[in-house]
C-alpha cells in the first residue's frame, strides 16, 4: 500500500504561468497536481512549460473533466478537503492537515464556484493580508504558501 499523499488541486485554473509554477513546486514536495477542466489554456502551450522549466516533464498530472468527476472517481473524505478563498472564515495556519490532504483552489479571476463550497464553510480558508489594498494574492504565490503551511510538521519545521 502506497504511502498517502497531499495533492494540490486547481479548480479551472485561467493562466498557464501559474499552473507552470505550482507544477514547478508540486515536482519539489513529490505532490500530485490535479487540474480540473475546463482549463483557460492549452497544456502544451510554451507558458506553462517555460514556468514550470525544465521540470514539467516530471510534474505527476491528474485531470478531470468537472468537479463532479473528480469526487466521483477520488472519493475524498470530507475532512480532507481545504479550499482556499479569500473570504474564508478561518486561517490558513489553523488547521492540522492530514497526510492525504487536497488543497483546493479556484480560478485567478473567480476563486472557486459558489456551488462546490456549498455547505463546507468549515472546510474554507484564508491566507491573511495585512492590507486592505490587496485584494488578493497570485495564485501560484498563494499555493506555495499554502502547501509549506500543510507540510510544516511533515518537513520537520
Known amino acids: 500500500m502506497s504511502k498517502p499523499q497531499m495533492k494540490m488541486v486547481l479548480v479551472t485554473p485561467e493562466i498557464p504561468y501559474n499552473t507552470g509554477a505550482?507544477?514547478?513546486t508540486c515536482v519539489a514536495l513529490e505532490l500530485e497536481l490535479i487540474l480540473i477542466h475546463p482549463?483557460?489554456?492549452s497544456l502544451d502551450e510554451k507558458s506553462v512549460k517555460r514556468a514550470g522549466t525544465d521540470y514539467w516533464k516530471?510534474?505527476?498530472l491528474s485531470e478531470y473533466d468537472t468537479w463532479e468527476s473528480f469526487l466521483k472517481t477520488r472519493l475524498p473524505p470530507r475532512d480532507s478537503l481545504f479550499f482556499f478563498e479569500v473570504n474564508g472564515a478561518?486561517?490558513?495556519f489553523e488547521p492540522d492537515?492530514?497526510?492525504d490532504a487536497y488543497?483546493?483552489?479556484g480560478c485567478e479571476s473567480k476563486g472557486l464556484p459558489p456551488e462546490i463550497l456549498e455547505g463546507l464553510d468549515d472546510r474554507v480558508?484564508?491566507?491573511?493580508?495585512r492590507s486592505s489594498l490587496v485584494r488578493s494574492l497570485n495564485l501560484a504565490n498563494t499555493a506555495t504558501a499554502v502547501v509549506y503551511q500543510a507540510?510544516?510538521?511533515?518537513l520537520g519545521g
Open 90 to 92: 478561518q486561517s490558513v
Open 22 to 24: 505550482i507544477g514547478r
Open 151 to 154: 507540510l510544516r510538521t511533515q
Open 58 to 60: 516530471h510534474v505527476q
Open 103 to 105: 488543497l483546493v483552489f
Open 39 to 41: 482549463l483557460g489554456f
Open 97 to 99: 492537515y492530514p497526510e
Open 125 to 129: 480558508f484564508n491566507v491573511p493580508m
